[in-house]
């Protein structure tokens, strides 16, 4: 009896002696070690037992650390209380881990830019298609937030103002809007098609838009100096197509205020467009629009800061200086007659045998420093010079 007893109470006191244990961190997974009252014993049933889990394949490991610890564990080490949280499957095992690619790695889509002649009708393009089908379609397409989407809604556009130009013509007020929005997309490809889909507008519509083209004639005039290269090519050639199809009476007063744009590059692309549209007025056209007005416009850009609005400047000039001649020639002194007129007939053909020349004209429509400077562009001061210097050296 004293035997059984005393195994017994060695038996207690064998489970009821404190332990310490210890966290060790092996490939991801905590293993939870006794510490023996050895020291040379415990690190010799640590080093076993990691070389044992060691030699588990890796699944195995990250099965069992999944199964064992569902929270973060929290124990004493070095009498201070640590929180490890669990390690991630991606420390685990990379390989495991589905690598994700970027949208725009995982498929390349590639934008076919179609010229104006090249494009087919709606019904060519799409066997199940017909005209009125796309024309519901349009907008819906035009307000996707898929770039690939908005740019196959601008060539259904383009589309329908060539081959269905009246059933296009009710919904140009919707329509605009949503292209200039598409020439303010940050995306290079959506810019250069809303701007071949300008183009395609100003060459079916003409004058139909005129009330419309504030804003589009803005983001054009940005895009042709702003942005990239192949965007600005498709800018100016849809700036040059407004200006060979849109009236000319009706575009000018639109360009005017852009004449005045604080971006030098946008009243520079300006200026060229006002020089294209001048020569489109006519005589005629010109006269009714009034000479003084356009020749106060062009003045005001002699003095640009690019060379480019100075250029078209000076072709402008020129061609009212060539207008204004035609209009108003001069008398010259030989076309009076020999006979002396009396001092009432003198008085009374006085004014209108003065001839009211562009020097003059200049002088009394403009300041003294923009008609010096438009003089000189049209050559009035230096013959005027050069006639001083003869009748100098005459005199003399």
Not at 21 to 38: H, I, M, T, W
Not at 132 to 157: E, F, Q, T
Request: aromatic share 4%.
């Amino acid at each position: 009896m004293s035997l059984s007893k005393k195994s017994n109470q060695t038996k207690c006191r064998r489970f009821s002696s404190p332990r310490r244990f210890a966290f060790v961190a092996q490939r991801g997974c905590y293993v939870l070690l006794p510490l023996l009252d050895s020291p040379v014993t415990s690190r010799m049933a640590a080093a076993n037992t990691l070389q044992d889990l060691s030699s588990l394949p890796v699944t195995e490991k990250m099965s069992e650390c999944r199964a064992s610890l569902t929270k973060p564990c929290v124990g004493k080490m070095n009498g201070k209380s640590e929180d490890r949280p669990l390690p991630s499957s991606v420390a685990l095992n990379p390989s495991l881990v589905e690598t994700e690619k970027p949208e725009g790695e995982k498929a390349t889509v590639e934008v076919e830019y179609i010229e104006s002649e090249n494009l087919n009708d709606v019904d060519d393009a799409d066997a199940d298609a017909d005209a009125d089908a796309v024309l519901k379609s349009v907008l819906a397409g035009l307000h996707s937030k898929d770039w690939v989407s908005v740019c196959d809604a601008l060539n259904n556009v383009r589309r329908l103002s060539i081959f269905h130009k009246d059933a296009m013509l009710p919904m140009l007020e919707k329509v605009i809007p949503l292209v200039v929005k598409s020439l303010k997309n940050p995306r290079s490809a959506v810019c250069k098609t809303a701007c071949m889909t300008s183009a395609d507008i100003f060459i079916a519509y003409n004058d139909h838009i005129t009330d419309l083209l504030d804003s589009l004639l803005t983001q054009l005039l940005l895009k042709s100096s702003q942005d990239k290269r192949f965007v600005c090519e498709a800018a100016d050639k849809a700036l040059i197509s407004m200006t060979k199809y849109v009236s000319p009476t009706l575009l000018l007063p639109k360009l005017q205020p852009c004449l005045k744009n604080r971006n030098p590059r946008i009243r520079a692309k300006a200026s060229l467009c006002f020089s294209r549209s001048v020569p489109r007025l006519g005589v005629e056209g010109i006269k009714e629009y009034g000479i003084d007005r356009l020749v106060q416009a062009a003045a005001s850009q002699l003095s640009d800061q690019l060379p480019e609005s100075r250029e078209a400047a000076r072709t402008v000039l020129l061609e009212l200086q060539t207008v204004y001649e035609k209009v108003h020639p001069l008398i010259k002194p030989e076309t009076a007659s020999s006979s002396s007129p009396s001092p009432s007939q003198e008085e009374e053909q006085t004014p209108e045998a003065e001839p009211i020349t562009w020097e003059i004209f200049c002088q009394s429509k403009l300041s003294a420093l923009s008609a010096q400077a438009v003089l000189r562009v049209t050559n009035v001061v230096a013959v005027t010079a050069q006639e001083g210097l003869v009748t100098t050296g005459s005199s003399s």
